[in-house]
């Protein structure tokens, strides 16, 4: 075997360099453009977005560009910035999941359950068996429905435009028995602190099975459409590269650390919920790019249903939520019965519980990496600070990194390769 | 096991530094003076990311449980660290003076807090020294303010445009209800 020698490149003292990153401000940039006509600079600044179609959502980039070079480059956010933050601090425990939902849209299940975990942990409670599994099965289904929604946009972004209408199509079958089971399509506020909302409704098994027979055949598609194509392979393959070192670095998780070769995944590594009772692999990547990424996230679509299978064998009875009357409010048919249930339940959705004093951070794996909860309690019913530590956010800075040198025309190919989901980002 | 039977079990100090115990989770509190020299310190011992860095206002609840030596100050700056190989995490929080609102940045350790630090300045307000970009990131380079204090009453301003007239330009006028005006 033929070792190919690699130039041996300092990644963290390129890193700190800052070579690649535009640090610039608006004023700054726009005095820039001004200049340029008078100056012997070779340079120009490119805006792309907030609105361009291919930056998911409403990220902007400010580009330096060297004739079709990227020298240069800001991910500018907080288009979406809603302080959700702030909002928290206003919301009781109980109404927590219902804004915290709303951070990573194509992956909800995730905030709530990492918000949930946060709370139950400050309140020292244990949820019941099956609302453990129940959790299992709605995020393994949302990891399906997240990464089927990146095949579709990605796809989009690079060209293979029917690809979109396949990624959707199978989304929205997912989503569909989502909101069988929750009432929603998305934010669906089902995981709660103490269990899940309600319990899955009749005919569910029948839903999933249907669902993981269906699917594999259409990843099965997506292989022979995509992953050996070689316009595919030329558009992806060497773009966008990311070594181990600049991963870690920059505080990149998910399918972007996994590309480069470290294997690390919370749900193994850490598990949380009953992710130690099942069998699943990791996958792992090799060269860090732009393929990388993608073959990851669709190996992880096959890997999420081996699981969902082993949560259709082991799936337990019992209560979906905890019966701590502290937490749970009364069953329905109680309160037309009883003065004191609808007393507790009023109390319940009025006040709110109280959560004992103290700090937590809890984190899971969502599909786009680390995904943290890190709540402050003050002994009251509404958390005193609830900060989400969101994988876009932070993943979104590897972006000039790996722009630098590339082609305009590769820049697409890249932002929709880290997947951003700019809710969690802004926040 | 509680919490009491680890804190028993463990030494009141690491790295020199105070440590605590929250919900079975460890907590480090240096100075702001050991807090980059800490963070080195633990990288070199194998927490190689730096996962989170926020900060807590606590300008509304000053009682807190710290331990011995350590002073509660208004603001706290809070950095999660984890060691793959130990399969661990610590949480690093800093005590950070409202007068004097400034902590040392963790960039030259791990570049990937730039942007959670100027999340930091831009909600809270607290500067970042050896940080590359001191600027904003989620609100406009313009907005006047930090809302994620506790002193930053929420949804009591009208929302600011660039150029417009008559919009707030002091805390005073953030906190004042709109039917006052």
Same mark, same amino acid.
């Given at each position: ?153 990605? @796809?989009? $972004? ?5 690809? &979109?209408? #396949?990624?959707?199509? !199978?989304?929205? /079958? ?86 480069? @070769?470290? $294997? ?5 590594? &850490?598990? #949380?919920?009953?992710? !130690?009772?099942? /069998? ?148 | ?181």
């Amino acid at each position: 075997m033929t070792v190919i020698e690699e130039p041996e490149v300092d990644h963290v003292a390129r890193l700190r360099s800052g070579r690649g990153v535009l640090r610039m401000s608006e004023v700054v940039a726009a005095e820039h453009g001004e200049r340029l006509a008078d100056e012997d600079d070779e340079t120009m600044l490119v805006n792309m977005g907030p609105q361009h179609p291919s930056t998911h959502g409403v990220l902007r980039l400010m580009l330096e560009m060297r004739g079709e070079q990227v020298v240069r480059s800001k991910p500018i956010v907080g288009y979406l910035h809603t302080g959700m933050e702030k909002t928290a601090e206003d919301l009781t425990y109980l109404q927590g999941p219902t804004n915290v939902t709303r951070m990573d849209y194509a992956s909800p299940f995730f905030t709530e359950l990492a918000f949930s975990l946060a709370t139950e942990k400050l309140l020292g409670i244990e949820v019941p068996e099956r609302a453990v599994w129940i959790r299992m099965l709605m995020s393994e289904l949302n990891r399906i429905s997240s990464h089927l929604l990146f095949q579709a946009t990605n @796809g989009m $972004d690079i060209g293979a435009v029917s690809v &979109m209408i #396949y990624g959707w199509r !199978d989304r929205e /079958d997912v989503l569909r028995f989502f909101e069988k089971v929750t009432g929603l399509r998305m934010n669906h506020n089902y995981i709660r602190p103490g269990g899940v909302a309600a319990d899955l409704p009749d005919g569910w098994r029948d839903d999933v099975l249907h669902l993981l027979d269906q699917i594999p055949p259409h990843l099965e598609d997506l292989d022979v459409l995509l992953s050996g194509q070689p316009i595919w392979r030329n558009r992806l393959q060497g773009v966008g590269v990311i070594s181990t070192a600049e991963a870690l670095d920059l505080g990149a998780t998910g399918p972007i650390l996994r590309s480069t @070769g470290y $294997d690390w995944d919370l749900r193994r590594d &850490m598990p #949380y919920l009953a992710y !130690d009772q099942v /069998d699943f692999d990791v996958v792992v990547g090799t060269f860090g790019d732009c393929y990388d990424r993608y073959a990851i996230r669709l190996n992880e679509i096959r890997e999420s249903i081996r699981i969902v299978r082993q949560i259709l064998d082991r799936m337990p009875a019992g209560d979906y939520k905890i019966q701590d009357k502290k937490v749970t409010p009364p069953p329905r048919a109680r309160i037309d019965e009883s003065m004191e249930a609808l007393i507790h339940h009023f109390k319940i959705f009025t006040e709110g519980y109280k959560v004992p004093e103290g700090e937590v951070y809890v984190a899971v794996e969502s599909p786009r990496g680390e995904l943290g909860c890190y709540i402050v309690s003050d002994g009251s019913s509404k958390p005193y600070r609830m900060h989400v530590r969101g994988p876009s956010f932070v993943n979104l800075q590897c972006l000039p990194h790996m722009m630098v040198d590339g082609l305009i025309a590769d820049t697409v190919a890249v932002i929709s390769s880290v997947d951003p989901i700019m809710g969690e980002v802004d926040r | 096991m509680s919490d009491g039977d680890v804190a028993a079990a463990e030494p009141e100090s690491a790295y020199g530094v105070p440590i605590s115990w929250s919900r079975d989770q460890q907590i480090l509190h240096p100075s702001r003076e050991q807090y980059l020299d800490l963070v080195a310190a633990l990288k070199d011992d194998g927490f190689v990311m730096c996962v989170d860095v926020t900060a807590v206002d606590y300008l509304a609840a000053p009682e807190r449980s710290l331990p011995n030596g350590v002073v509660a100050e208004r603001f706290e700056v809070v950095a999660n660290l984890i060691s793959h190989r130990d399969r661990r995490r610590v949480r690093v929080r800093v005590q950070v003076p409202a007068d004097d609102p400034t902590c040392s940045s963790l960039w030259p350790l791990h570049a990937g807090v730039e942007a959670l630090e100027r999340e930091v300045f831009d909600l809270f307000g607290i500067t970042f020294d050896g940080h590359p970009d001191m600027t904003r990131i989620l609100l406009p380079e313009d907005w006047e303010g930090h809302p994620l204090r506790k002193d930053y009453a929420i949804g009591r301003i009208p929302v600011q445009f660039k150029g417009a007239e008559g919009r707030a330009t002091s805390m005073g006028q953030m906190g004042s209800s709109p039917s006052a005006r």
